[in-house]
Structure formats: structure tokens, C-alpha cells
T-cell receptor
Framework: KNQVEQSPQSLIILEGKNCTLQ??????????LRWYKQDTGRGPVSLTI?????NTKSNGRYTATLDADTKQSSLHITASQLSDSASYIC????????????FGTGTLLAVQP | DSGVTQTPKHLITATGQRVTLRCSPR?????VYWYQQSLDQGLQFLIQ???????AKGNILERFSAQQFPDLHSELNLSSLELGDSALYFC?????????????FGPGTRLTVL
């Protein structure tokens, strides 16, 4: 069964600290994996897009990794800021050109001063 | 601001009714996607249009339909509404139709069915 699981479900960290969010997937054939940031009540914003051959991709303080063998991805946030408080959603595209996709349930991150 | 606009922002209606949600993609984008986000199910892909034609279908109910017009704006029609249809409905757009195109999301329409 095609699935995308994220952990933890929620996370509270202090401003300035680092954190890592996890995404495990079981889809085939894999196309690409995306991380989105969604502020409460707003549309998701793309952070990174990773294909099968990419291991690491950075976007400012956000760094995503992908291990296609173990079907795991992580999103590392460095030197967190209050504005990082949001839901982080992992989305996996599969099925080649057919545009099938599965959303993870997200990790709710709260950054406290 | 992503450049994708959605109207209305909020919609309150009763069970059994029909509503239409509207989306205008970013200038130059040919693909439009519709998503539903409810508290218990998270984000779900509904349907994609590319340059006026349906390209991919997700978990879209038969009571729901969509279309993309020649000016590339899109409408999502929801009929025979049920309480469970209450959700945030997002539209996204991208330049191309393939899975590697970055999607830009609109601010969403919050639908409440009473």
C-alpha cells in the first residue's frame, strides 16, 4: 500500500535550536519528494523538491535529505526562528508521468522564545 | 503572495446545496490543481487541469466537478453538500503539467456546511 508517514506529529523547540523532521514513504515507482511549509490557515509553500538522484538540497536554513534506498527523507531546520512555527508536510509523487501523489499528515512545529 | 487567487475566502452554506469555488492561476501558468484539506484527513489531491484539459484525478467525489476555461481560470463545483465536505479548498498552479513542476498555492477557500 502506498503510504507517507511523518514523525514526530508535533514538536516544540526553543528559538535558535535546530530540529529534524522525518518522512518515510512506501510508494512505487518513486518520482520526487517535496517538503512544504504551511502556516495556519494559509496555502502550503514549497521548500524543496528532490528527485531520485538527489541526496541533499538546501533552501536557506532548511536542508532536506533523501535516501532512496531506505525510502526516507528528513528536513533539518537550523537556528530556528519564531516564524518557523508551522506545519511541515512531506509529499511524495509516484507513478511516472501520471502525477499521482500522497501527502503526509504533517509535523506541527512550534518555536518558542 | 503566490500570485494564485481564490474566491470566495469563506463560504457558509447548508447541506444539499451547491457551490462554486473559483481560482485564477499565476500569470503564465497552464496547470491548475485542486486540493481539499480537512482536519481529520489532511491534504488530499482532487484533480488537475492543464490548458483546459483534465490531466490527473485524485480522490474527487462524483458530487464534485471542475473545469478550466480558455482564460485558464478554473472552477470547482461541489453539489449535494454534506457536513463532511466542510474543509479548506486550495487551488495551486504550475507552468507545466508534469510532476516536477513547482506548484504555487492560493490562499484557499474555507467552506462550512451547516
Amino acid at each position: 500500500k502506498n503510504q507517507v508517514e511523518q514523525s514526530p506529529q508535533s514538536l516544540i523547540i526553543l528559538e535558535g535550536k535546530n530540529c529534524t523532521l522525518q518522512c518515510n514513504y512506501t510508494v512505487s515507482p518513486f518520482s520526487n519528494l517535496r517538503w512544504y511549509k504551511q502556516d495556519t490557515g494559509r496555502g502550503p509553500v514549497s521548500l524543496t523538491i528532490m528527485t531520485f538522484s538527489e541526496n541533499t538540497k538546501s533552501n536557506g536554513r532548511y536542508t532536506a535529505t533523501l535516501d532512496a534506498d531506505t525510502k526516507q527523507s528528513s528536513l533539518h531546520i537550523t537556528a530556528s526562528q519564531l516564524s518557523d512555527s508551522a506545519s511541515y508536510i512531506c509529499v511524495v509523487y509516484y507513478g511516472g508521468a501520471t502525477n499521482k501523489l500522497i501527502f503526509g499528515t504533517g509535523t506541527l512545529l512550534a518555536v518558542q522564545p | 503572495d503566490s500570485g494564485v487567487t481564490q474566491t470566495p475566502k469563506h463560504l457558509i452554506t447548508a447541506t444539499g446545496q451547491r457551490v462554486t469555488l473559483r481560482c485564477s492561476p499565476r500569470s503564465g501558468d497552464l496547470s491548475v490543481y485542486w486540493y481539499q484539506q480537512s482536519l481529520d484527513q489532511g491534504l488530499q489531491f482532487l484533480i488537475q487541469y492543464y490548458n483546459g484539459e483534465e490531466r490527473a484525478k485524485g480522490n474527487i467525489l462524483e458530487r464534485f466537478s471542475a473545469q478550466q476555461f480558455p482564460d485558464l481560470h478554473s472552477e470547482l463545483n461541489l453539489s449535494s453538500l454534506e457536513l463532511g465536505d466542510s474543509a479548506l479548498y486550495f487551488c495551486a498552479s504550475s507552468l507545466g503539467q508534469g510532476p516536477y513542476n513547482e506548484q504555487f498555492f492560493g490562499p484557499g477557500t474555507r467552506l462550512t456546511v451547516l
